[in-house]
């Protein structure tokens, strides 16, 4: 078994958001995603995996398919299933989350 802090040693970049790996395996991958505020991620997909977004702090919009922002917050999941386009903005304040990806894409096995 292993445990991690999830809201220790943040890491924020400039001028993009930063998502750091906490944990990486064959069978998936969980990211830690640290936003300055206004800072955002541009519509992108993971095309073999649904992808799962806990917000641990912050709020933000997050877009799925239809483009339509969602405001989101601490305590709250966001679920993307596999392929679908999302983007993400952090707000006024800094924005946290963890994210759950399964398997490894072909392009980033060693």
Not at 23 to 39: A, C, E, N, W, Y
Not at 74 to 91: D, K, N, T, W, Y
Request: glycine residues 10%; without cysteine; proline residues 9%.
């Amino acid at each position: 078994m292993q445990t991690m802090q999830l809201m220790e040693q943040l890491e924020f970049h400039t001028p993009n958001p930063y998502a750091q790996p906490l944990h990486v395996t064959d069978s998936g991958r969980i990211l830690r995603f640290m936003f300055k505020p206004g800072q955002s991620i541009r519509q992108h997909n993971a095309p073999h995996s649904p992808f799962y977004a806990v917000i641990l702090a912050g709020e933000g919009l997050f877009a799925g398919a239809d483009g339509r922002e969602q405001r989101v917050g601490p305590g709250e999941l966001v679920i993307f299933e596999p392929g679908e386009s999302h983007q993400v903005r952090a707000l006024e304040s800094e924005l946290v989350f963890v994210g759950f990806l399964h398997g490894i894409p072909p392009e980033l096995r060693g």
